[in-house]
């Protein structure tokens, strides 16, 4: 870990909300839990993934003893047995009262230190606590080495997104005059939140560049886009601040077959353009542009640590990835874009913009269809391995793709995450999928499917969920995929 890391612990909704049921009724009294937790380490810090929770019965698992309320022998060795099995971390829970900070008591300590050494010895793994308020969380961790490391802060991400802490935290300074407007909605807070996320955008396209610059001129710190094309005459109409030297389009437009493929080579990539809008919007950013299929495993990597992951490319590998990175990482994320249906003979279908969030609870794509196996099948049939990256209108199957269409797309995407993750959404609100239908001016809301014997929403021992570095994903090895990255691009 690099340092100033931060050591973070992910919850899916569902499972936050059974456990704080669990540990606050109206009783006033203390409850036990434990939580088997899988780890991903990145230069951002240690990130700790809440795969399966273990809640404690009262006066079986969890009783009175000489030095207060604890769990028994054998419910730590049943779920100790199962960490040390399943690769997972150990963490012990129990409530205090009611507030918004809350720490570990001198008894809870003295409980740490008789019974942790013994349990890394068995657990072989790290091992630690959490103590909760109803709106706070504290947490320390054993590590095998021997040091303890405290949690920073506790993420959930369930149909509404939310950051906990052991005490509140100080009122960050106003926001700089640029963003001073947007704040008058957000607050300090808002806008500081925006500065600390990473968000990954998944293709810098007609859509994917949209996404990307509206990221930026909102602040956030550390935007990352992934694509592996180079900027093509014909995405001049449809890519913000793109120029038609970026395009080589003095050698594109000479109607020679070689000085188009000379073009194609020579032109600038599409990452490049995003750095150029990225460096203009927000100079105090840490954009990143890597130039690299997400099907390859190196590219990937990049996206693990993100806080939220927008899919702006169109084939059944990107979205099979996108969909394990949020259930496998507990990453929330929007899949977008745009359909404009055109038949030979030029009659217009039924075009449509859709948006498709998806979180840990939300359910998954393959669950509700998304994800075709025969498509899957076809694009691994390919000879050129980059074209499952591209856009179809990219391809040489030219379809249509208007701006006006992605903005649709990418503002309603965007507005989505941020009303998200500033916790701005109505209360009941769910982030369903939604369809928009420009001929006719409809909107339509279609739910999203979730079958409990899933391999990447359900919750069986075979499912991917939270599975953090434990699970290889189904990417191209980095000595078979050719990737090049050009790191920091800003």
């Not at 279908?349 to 075709?372: E, K, Y």
């Not at 390919?382 to 209108?393: G, M, N, T």
């Amino acid at each position: 870990m690099t340092s100033g890391a931060l050591t973070q612990l992910r919850f899916g909704g569902a499972d936050f909300g059974s456990l704080h049921a669990h540990l606050f009724r109206d009783d006033g009294e203390e409850h036990g839990a434990v939580i088997a937790a899988r780890t991903v380490h990145t230069d951002r810090g240690l990130r700790l993934l809440v795969r399966k929770v273990f809640l404690a019965e009262d006066g079986h698992d969890f009783v009175l003893g000489r030095h207060g309320y604890a769990l028994t022998p054998i419910f730590v060795a049943r779920t100790a047995d199962y960490c040390h099995d399943s690769d997972c971390v150990w963490l012990s829970v129990h409530n205090h009262g009611p507030g918004d900070r809350v720490a570990f008591s001198k008894t809870d300590h003295a409980s740490h230190e008789r019974l942790y050494p013994a349990l890394l010895d068995l657990v072989k793994r790290p091992v630690g606590a959490l103590v909760l308020a109803d709106r706070a969380v504290a947490g320390e961790i054993w590590m095998p080495e021997g040091d303890l490391v405290e949690i920073d802060e506790t993420v959930v991400v369930g149909d509404h997104y939310a950051q906990l802490y052991p005490r509140p935290r100080p009122l960050p300074p106003g926001a700089a005059e640029t963003w001073a407007r947007q704040a008058l909605l957000l607050g300090p807070r808002g806008q500081a939140l925006l500065r600390s996320l990473k968000v990954g955008v998944i293709g810098a396209g007609g859509a994917g560049s949209l996404v990307l610059q509206q990221l930026n001129h909102l602040g956030v710190g550390a935007p990352v886009a992934i694509d592996p094309d180079r900027i093509d005459v014909s995405n001049l109409s449809r890519i913000p601040d793109s120029r038609r030297w970026d395009a080589l389009a003095w050698l594109a437009e000479r109607r020679s077959p070689f000085f188009e493929r000379l073009a194609r080579r020579l032109a600038r990539h599409k990452v490049c353009v995003a750095s150029r809008i990225a460096r203009h919007a927000n100079p105090s950013g840490h954009f990143r542009g890597v130039i690299g299929d997400v099907c390859d495993a190196e590219t990937i990597r990049e996206l693990v640590d993100c806080d939220f992951v927008f899919l702006a490319t169109d084939t059944m590998t990107s979205r099979l990835l996108f969909n394990i990175l949020v259930h496998q990482f507990l990453i929330p994320g929007i899949q977008l874009g745009s359909k404009i249906p055109v038949a030979a003979d030029g009659t217009v279908g039924r075009i449509h913009i859709a948006l498709r969030p998806v979180t840990p609870d939300s359910g998954c794509l393959s669950c509700s269809g998304a994800i075709s196996q025969r498509l899957l099948h076809e694009e691994s049939l390919l000879d050129d391995d980059l074209r499952k990256q591209r856009y179809v209108e990219d391809d040489g199957v030219k379809e249509p793709s208007v701006i006006s269409f992605n903005a649709i797309a990418a503002g309603h995407a965007v507005t989505d995450f941020l009303l998200y993750v500033t916790d701005l959404l109505d209360p009941d609100t769910r982030m369903a999928h939604q369809m928009f239908e420009p001929r006719s001016r409809t909107f339509g809301t279609v739910g999203m499917r979730k079958d409990p014997d899933c391999a990447y929403c359900g919750r069986g021992e075979r499912s991917t969920f939270a599975g953090g570095d434990v699970l290889a994903m189904p990417t191209r090895s980095a000595s078979l995929s050719g990737r090049r990255s050009e790191g920091s691009l800003a």
